[in-house]
């Protein structure tokens, strides 16, 4: 526009400077007036088109150093976005972007307590799952400790956070890459008919790997990261499985960061009912060997495609309820020689077995759930017993002290249902002699009660 403008000045400039010459000689003649007038006219159109040869070339330099400017910042921004990738740096997203990448958040793929996950495609056509984080206080905590513990992570068998945003007086979003074949709960325990989403029976060749995958994942964390990291929320529904059955350690919600030079953390009581340790259930504070027991009870459960504490007998019947716990079963079975009886019978009913690998994993798995945690392996120790690199020592006859293991007052709610209600904490010894289908009632806490 300034261009424009500046050469409408000149053209009328020259015109008028023309017209002043043109009127000078009608009137003054060819006196010596006349030819200072035309001497100072002819002058001034000369300087006039020199002023505009002059801002043509500055403008067309001007304009290409634009250009190349423009070219070289779309390259650095490419360059950049590049080596975000590379270097794993998650990816600040407009809210705007996170719901047309999900269609206003449609396609839910699951729900917990303070957060639900949805699928969405960005616009490069990546594949995501956006994690909504709900709550002012919880919610700002769990954003906090997932991002500071997997935004600067890179393992194979760990979840890849790509991206967040973060809403003003708003929820919270975690965009992690989306794993194909869902949580391992899935896969491992008899589908519901009302469940509608990828799932089956994994093979045990695949158990096992996926065993191998998570103890790998956890050294990482454990082990190899500059701050060691505790997941503290190990369970099935936190393990993902991707498009070739292979495990992928998710939701770092409740994970926390621990010192090199620190052996034991104290921390308010969080996590999944039914894998928190006996030292963290006791106020005894917390290290990775609380990791290490949830991943032995994620192990048990993996073997025998069951979950850990189960409800059997007359559910309508009050004084026919009793709690079955796998464990005990397990380590019973051990003892008695009765190895196989423990593994999942639909795994059984298939074949293809390899009893070598049953009593590894299953000692693994025992070793992983002692009760003093000191006697607990390290996950680097585990995943050289699972690969057959260390011997398996036969782990200790442990009494199995469940921490949360007491009676159930059985209170009706408003509805006229009964619902649990779990007054107070007590340590009570498991006689390791009576069998699993014994009368004796094990009833399980709020804490670990499914």
């Given at each position: 526009m300034e261009d424009k403008k500046a050469k409408i000045i000149a053209v009328l400039s020259v015109v008028a400077l023309i017209i002043v010459i043109v009127l000078a000689r009608v009137y003054l003649g060819l006196t010596k007036t006349f030819s200072l007038i035309a001497g100072a006219d002819v002058a001034a159109i000369f300087a006039v088109i020199i002023y505009v040869i002059i801002r043509q070339r500055f403008n067309r330099r001007r304009m290409l150093l634009e250009r190349q400017m423009v070219s070289e910042g779309r390259e650095l921004r490419i360059e950049y976005s590049f080596l975000r990738k590379v270097a794993g740096v998650p990816t600040k997203f407009q809210f705007k972007e996170l719901a047309e990448a999900t269609d206003d958040f449609r396609l839910l793929l699951g729900q917990g307590a303070s957060a639900c996950v949805f699928k969405g495609v960005l616009t490069d056509g990546t594949n995501v799952a956006v994690k909504r984080i709900e709550g002012e206080e919880h919610g700002e905590k769990e954003f906090k400790s997932e991002v500071a513990a997997i935004a600067s992570v890179q393992h194979v068998n760990l979840v890849r956070l790509i991206?967040?945003?973060?809403?003003?007086?708003?929820?919270?979003?975690?965009?992690?890459?989306?794993?194909?074949?869902?949580?391992?709960?899935?896969?491992?325990?008899?589908?519901?008919?009302?469940?509608?989403?990828?799932?089956?029976?994994?093979?045990?060749?695949l158990r096992y790997r996926v065993a191998i995958d998570v103890a790998k994942a956890l050294s990482y964390l454990h082990h190899d990261c500059r701050s060691r990291i505790?997941?503290?929320?190990?369970?099935?529904?936190?393990?993902?499985?991707?498009?070739?059955?292979?495990?992928?350690?998710?939701?770092?919600?409740?994970?926390?960061?621990?010192?090199?030079?620190?052996?034991?953390?104290?921390?308010?009581?969080?996590g999944t009912k039914g894998y928190l340790a006996p030292e963290w259930l006791l106020g005894h504070g917390i290290s990775e060997k609380s990791d290490i027991y949830s991943y032995g009870m994620v192990l048990l459960e993996l073997i025998g495609g069951r979950r850990n504490v189960r409800l059997i007998g007359n559910c309508n019947d009050k004084s026919k309820k009793k709690w079955e716990y796998f464990p005990k079963i397990v380590n019973m079975k051990?003892?008695?020689?009765?190895?196989?009886?423990v593994v999942d019978h639909r795994l059984i009913d298939g074949g293809g077995i390899d009893e070598r690998e049953v009593r590894r994993l299953v000692f693994v798995a025992l070793w992983c759930i002692q009760e003093k945690a000191r006697l607990r392996p390290s996950m680097a120790r585990v995943v050289e017993m699972l690969e057959g690199r260390a011997d398996i020592d036969d782990p200790p006859d442990t009494q199995m002290i469940i921490v949360d293991l007491l009676s159930i007052d059985e209170e009706p709610e408003d509805d006229g249902h009964e619902r649990p209600n779990g007054i107070a904490l007590a340590a009570r010894h498991v006689d390791s002699t009576l069998p699993s289908t014994s009368t004796c009632s094990y009833a399980i806490s709020v804490l670990s009660g499914r």
């Open positions: 991206g967040y945003c973060r809403v003003p007086l708003g929820p919270r979003y975690l965009v992690y890459e989306f794993i194909k074949n869902g949580s391992l709960d899935h896969w491992i325990f008899p589908k519901r008919e009302s469940q509608n989403r990828p799932g089956g029976c994994l093979s045990w060749h505790l997941h503290l929320d190990v369970k099935p529904e936190n393990i993902l499985l991707d498009e070739n059955h292979r495990a992928i350690v998710a939701d770092f919600g409740l994970s926390k960061l621990m010192g090199r030079d620190e052996s034991r953390v104290v921390t308010t009581i969080r051990v003892r008695e020689g009765k190895l196989m009886e």
